[in-house]
């Protein structure tokens, strides 16, 4: 799939169903992923079902993306803080 037809599926989702309806399932595809790890860790779940999850939280993230706007500057701030304190442990 291409990322314009990504971002038109996205955007109508978020026309479609409204703002607060898409956050609301945000947070709850975000509550499936945590059950399923939480689940993997003590062998109830497999990781089709974590993929699966995963799956639905990137495409929620992505309407959030859309909602709240990008997160490159804090990603790259946060990516670069956690490489610091991995160089301080080793």
Excluded: H
Aim: hydrophobic share 35%; no cysteine.
């Amino acid at each position: 799939m291409t990322d314009d037809r990504r971002k038109e599926i996205e955007g109508r989702a978020i026309r479609t169903y409204g703002e607060n309806s898409q956050v609301d399932k945000a947070v709850e595809e975000m509550s499936e992923l945590t059950k399923a790890l939480l689940k993997y860790r003590i062998g109830f779940a497999t990781l089709d079902e974590i993929r699966e999850e995963a799956g639905d939280v990137q495409i929620m993230l992505e309407q959030l993306r859309i909602l709240y706007g990008g997160t490159s500057d804090i990603e790259e701030y946060k990516l670069n803080r956690l490489w610091a304190r991995m160089e301080v442990q080793s």
